[in-house]
């Protein structure tokens, strides 16, 4: 089992300019998040998508977009990228129930807007 | 809505030393509180986790402690060794089903030979 995959692991864009992060889980899981992790921030949720068909805003969601495309698969959009979106991009997964599990996190996606 | 408080944010420790790191949270309704540990260039792994209706889980070398009263939880790691050295974060959940994580800003923990 692979777990969560992300591509693309580096990415630099200039302002203004749009692209989609995926991401992809093996491990049968419902639910799915993005995060992004700032220096001296630790982790902030983005959206996250409770089943197929579903999705949610969390904590920073403003200038993102979200796409759960199947069970396995949710992507991260930016439409129009700003400085303030460099940053490092994890994405997760986890079984869905009565109370929390354990989340499963991706490599990470390494961000660059100039 | 939920804030975690992580303290330190920079722990240096002798090598088979121990290791405490804190956290607070604010939300009374938050049950879930996992720990996770993050090398460099690389995702958070689950080190350890409490649910509310636990005072003190342990494994191995690793043990995390929750005081529901004054909202707090700690990780305890003893007989430190040098691949210990890492970012550790704490955070809470306060509902069940598909609910975010909020997170600690984290501690660089660093094991001195």
């Known amino acids: 089992n692979a777990g969560v995959t992300q591509t693309p692991k580096f990415q630099v864009l200039k302002t203004g300019q749009s692209m989609t992060l995926q991401c992809a889980q093996d491990?049968?899981?419902?639910?799915m998040y993005w995060y992004r992790q700032d220096p001296g921030m630790g982790l902030r949720l983005i959206y996250y998508s409770a089943s197929e068909g579903t999705t949610d805003k969390g904590e920073v969601p403003n200038g993102y977009n979200v796409s759960r495309l199947n069970k396995r698969e949710f992507s991260l959009r930016l439409e129009s990228a700003a400085p303030s979106q460099t940053s490092v991009y994890f994405c997760?997964?986890?079984?869905?129930?009565?109370?929390?599990?354990?989340?499963?996190f991706g490599p990470g996606t390494r961000l660059t807007v100039l | 809505g939920e804030n975690v408080e992580q303290h330190p944010s920079t722990l240096s420790v002798q090598e088979g030393d121990s290791a405490v790191i804190k956290c607070t949270y604010s939300d009374s309704a938050s049950n879930y509180f996992p720990w996770y540990k993050q090398e460099l260039g690389k995702g958070p792994q689950l080190i350890i986790d409490i649910r509310s209706n636990v005072g003190e889980k342990k494994d191995q070398r690793i043990a995390v402690t929750l005081n529901k009263t004054a909202k707090h939880f700690s990780l305890h790691i003893t007989e430190t060794q040098p691949e210990d050295s890492a970012v550790y974060f704490c955070?809470?959940?306060?509902?069940?089903?598909?609910?975010?994580?909020?997170f600690g800003k984290g501690t660089h923990l660093i094991i001195q030979p």
């Open positions: 491990m049968n899981h419902n639910s």
């Open positions: 955070a809470a959940s306060t509902g069940g089903g598909a609910d975010g994580l909020t």
């Open positions: 997760a997964s986890s079984e869905f129930g009565a109370v929390a599990n354990e989340q499963f």
